[in-house]
Nanobody, 121 residues
Framework: QVQLVESGGGLVHTGGSLRLSCTAS??????????MGWYHQAPGKQRELVAS???????TYADSVKDRFTISRDNAGNTIYLQMNSLKAEDTAVYYC?????????????WGQGTQVTVSS
């Protein structure tokens, strides 16, 4: 069973920084991760993509976080990070790690449990 475990959320003041981590476990020999990313969901709003990174290392970002957030991953490809700088109040949300995994021609998606990020002014 694939599991995504996040860490690094918390409370920070406007303009501050946080770094989120997400590690995927349970990736057996028949599974391969081809994309991982971060979504966030604020109260009363839909879950939205923040940033994602593929096996090629190419990253995509939501317009609202470009030039402030950086997504990266480790060499093994099972852990991703989200460096969040110049945080704003509107970044306050639960941040979820997401992964697309392939196995024998089928694609599965997995979600982490979420980690709260609160930015106070």
């Amino acid at each position: 069973q694939v599991q995504l475990v996040e860490s690094g959320g918390g409370l920070v003041h406007t303009g501050g920084s946080l770094r989120l981590s997400c590690t995927a476990s349970g990736i057996g020999s028949t599974l391969s991760i081809f994309r991982m990313g971060w979504y966030h969901q604020a109260p009363g709003k839909q879950r939205e993509l923040v940033a994602s990174i593929g096996n090629s290392g190419i990253a995509t970002y939501a317009d609202s976080v470009k030039d402030r957030f950086t997504i990266s991953r480790d060499n093994a490809g099972n852990t991703i990070y989200l460096q969040m700088n110049s945080l704003k109040a509107e970044d306050t949300a639960v941040y979820y790690c997401h992964s697309l995994v392939q196995s024998v021609g089928l694609t599965y998606q997995y979600w982490g449990q979420g980690t709260q990020v609160t930015v106070s002014s």
